[in-house]
């Protein structure tokens, strides 16, 4: 009999050696003359185990991890094949704690499916999505969308199906659908592990919202730095295409869809939405002014609904259960769930879906197990880059947008990088100026500028020269950068600034964030 | 010179099926540039004009798009690329040491090449390799929880490659 044993291919687990483990693993299985199959699943999610290798036995899927090649012999020696006992052993996979007490729906397949296995996808639930809105009209897809409660998951948090409907009711000969996967917020990875782990999933919520508002191509925008996400969704698209899922006549309802991944080129702005237009347009990725909005002027100056990989891809589970099955998770505004990434300095760093709600220091320490050097969590940065920084003060804040807009802090898109106590955070309000200063496409003044100067003065205040001018200086900049810039680059890094100077006013050398401590003993 | 004739030779054939592949798509600049560096392993500026009649774009707008795109190279890079990830998780597990260690021990700063032209150390902004930071991508793999002295390994590797090549 064959033993299906199931062996990531997502990147971080090719990061710590999953593709060896897969190759030791095949030569063992062969020599000892066993039958095994290897499938190349996405990752459950728990990274500090990876690579985990599972393995299918009648009483469910059983875990091993993290496992190296070394472990491989011992593994076969210890009868894994059958799900016996080994050192790495993790019981049952959907009986570990960390997974078992998730909500995952947006997930609900990565790790457990073979990615690129269109027969697998809907072995487990996959196009029923899709079935029901050909059924339906195109106003009441976009309906139940908005009744879902969805939001923009890419950070801002618009209501999706608003967004959608603007497009709907462009007249036009020519809409699209664009997909940003351009992830580059630090410490978020949710958009890759959905293309690695289940394009599927994102192939069928671009399908709905293309059938939804008439859409005919759509493209997915990604990374240059995601080269495994960018070969798993074409080897899906391929697969899809081949069934009849995509292409000019989709599941027999005669509407067209047509997609096209297109490559980013490691431009971290090209993740707002019109420069992002203007690069799959071939062109420097510059902001765009608004409006027009892409909704009704957007790629090549066509109606076009743009949404982030995890707002899409949460789509088919919404229109496979229904809108108030989403709704029913979550609280306040923000409805449904969320995959909260943890990242940076965490022993049990790995994705996180839960509905909204949940606090960050049951997302540090009951998750997260606390700082993976063993020293106390000082702060953490929540939504990328642009993302503020948070004192352990503010650690029972929900996670929830309407909580954090609150303390003047994002949720965006689910990132939660922990530093230990020995960060400096003044570095990190240099380096956010310093990566504005990158980053920035230079279209507008505050951020162009801005940025560079936000590094010189900073340097100023951490050399100790003028500090309370200096200081007083930051926060007039900071204000120009909110108040001026074209976008959220400008516009949002002085979240990362301010929130280190006002938390964290001793790294500065000010014993309150105003004032330096010179001036104060003056 | 005449090696370096034949090199640009070759490259100006190559350079124009790949325009003739990519023309006709929409936006096709930045698919274009993808499979010129892919296949070359940068952007030459030699083939500026030759993409600017193509596209209907002056040369300028090419120069523009080449330099815009932190992922585009306009010299030969080294025989191999390192990239360290500097964004704030892999910052928040000790990174900045990593960056450091490179640059002592390739001898190099970023954006430049090793002596014996074998590595190109650049700066990456996030891998998505976050909850095993910190990330260095060695050509086409992906090494996470990368210590100092992990690193010593991956260059010795790089190098042992290069003899046995």
Not at chain 1, 241 to 263: H, I, Q
Not at chain 1, 319 to 334: C, I, V
Not at chain 1, 340 to 347: P, R, T, V
Not at chain 1, 478 to 505: E, I, R
Request: glycine share 10%; proline share 4%.
């Amino acid at each position: 009999m064959v033993t299906k044993v199931y062996i990531p291919r997502d990147s971080s687990a090719l990061a710590v050696g999953a593709e060896k483990v897969a190759v030791a693993l095949a030569a063992e299985a062969k020599s000892r003359g066993l039958d095994v199959e290897i499938i190349r699943n996405g990752s459950r999610g728990l990274y500090w185990l990876e690579t985990m290798v599972e393995v299918a036995t009648e009483q469910g899927r059983v875990a091993y991890g993290p496992v190296k090649v070394k472990d491989v012999a011992s593994l076969f020696d210890a009868d894994f094949i059958h799900g016996k006992a080994h050192a790495l052993s993790l019981g049952l996979t959907e009986e570990i704690e960390w997974l078992k007490k998730q909500q995952r729906l947006t997930f609900a397949r990565v790790g457990i499916t073979d990615p690129v296995s269109l027969e697998d996808y809907l072995a487990h639930d996959g196009y029923k999505g899709l079935k029901n809105a050909l059924k339906l009209s195109a106003a009441d897809i976009v309906k139940t969308v908005t009744d879902s409660g969805l939001r923009g998951r890419g950070g801002a948090a618009f209501p999706t199906g608003i967004k959608w409907n603007t497009v709907l009711g462009c007249e036009s000969e020519q809409k699209y659908i664009v997909c940003n996967a351009d992830e580059g917020d630090s410490g978020t990875y949710s958009d890759r592990m959905i293309m690695e782990g289940d394009p599927f999933v994102l192939i069928e919520g671009m399908t709905i919202a293309g059938v939804a508002v008439g859409a005919t191509q759509g493209y997915i925008y990604i990374r240059s730095e995601y080269p495994h996400a960018l070969a798993v969704l074409n080897e899906a698209i391929d697969a899809a295409n081949e069934a009849g899922y995509l292409g000019d006549n989709v599941l027999g309802s005669g509407k067209t869809f047509n997609l096209e991944v297109r490559r980013a080129a490691g431009a971290y702005v090209c993740g707002e939405e019109t420069s992002l237009l203007e690069s799959l347009e071939g062109k420097r990725g510059l902001v765009r002014f608004k409006p027009p909005l892409p909704a009704i002027e957007g790629l090549f100056g066509k109606p076009t609904v743009v949404n982030n990989v995890i707002s899409l891809a949460t789509v088919p589970i919404i229109l496979d259960k229904g809108a108030q099955f989403y709704a029913d998770y979550g609280m306040g505004r923000s409805r449904g769930t969320l995959p909260i990434q943890l990242a940076g300095n965490l022993k049990h760093s790995g994705l996180v879906e839960l509905a909204f709600g949940a606090t960050l220091r049951e997302l540090l320490y009951d998750y997260g197990g606390g700082s993976a050097s063993g020293k106390p969590i000082r702060a953490v940065q929540v939504g990328g880059p642009l993302g503020a920084y948070l004192p352990e003060s503010q650690f029972d804040t929900p996670l929830d947008y309407e909580a954090f807009a609150k303390l003047w802090a994002v949720l965006g898109h689910g990132g939660i990088v922990a530093f230990d106590d020995t960060v400096d955070m003044a570095k990190m309000a240099r380096y956010a100026f310093e990566f504005c200063a990158v980053e920035s496409c230079g279209k507008c003044t505050p951020c162009r500028i801005g940025s560079t100067r936000g590094v010189e003065v900073i340097d100023k205040i951490t050399a100790g020269k003028d500090r309370a001018k200096n200081i007083e200086l930051v926060r007039d900049l900071s204000d120009t950068m909110l108040n001026g810039s074209l976008c959220a680059l400008g516009g949002m890094t002085p979240y990362p600034v301010l929130s280190a100077l006002n938390h964290f006013p001793e790294d500065f050398g000010v014993s309150s964030a105003g004032l330096s401590s010179e001036a104060k003993t003056a | 010179m005449s090696d370096l004739q034949t090199t640009q030779e070759v490259s100006a054939a190559v350079i124009d099926a790949l325009i003739a592949k990519h023309r006709q798509q929409p936006g096709a600049l930045l698919p274009l540039l993808h499979a010129i560096q892919d296949t070359v392993g940068y952007v030459p500026e030699s083939c500026y004009i030759s993409i600017s009649k193509a596209l209907s774009l002056s040369v300028a707008e090419v120069h523009g798009v080449v330099t815009f795109y932190h992922h585009f190279r306009t010299h030969k890079p080294g025989r191999h690329i390192m990239q360290i990830c500097r964004a704030e998780s892999c910052q928040a597990m000790g990174s900045e040491a990593l960056e450091a260690h490179a640059k002592k021990c390739l001898n190099v700063d970023y954006h430049q090449t090793t002596a014996d032209g074998a590595i190109t150390l650049e700066p990456v902004y996030c891998l998505g390799n976050c909850a095993l930071s910190p990330t260095v991508v060695i050509d086409d793999e992906i090494y996470g929880r990368v210590s100092p002295a992990e690193l010593d390994a991956l260059i010795t590797e790089v190098k042992v490659s290069e003899v046995k090549a």
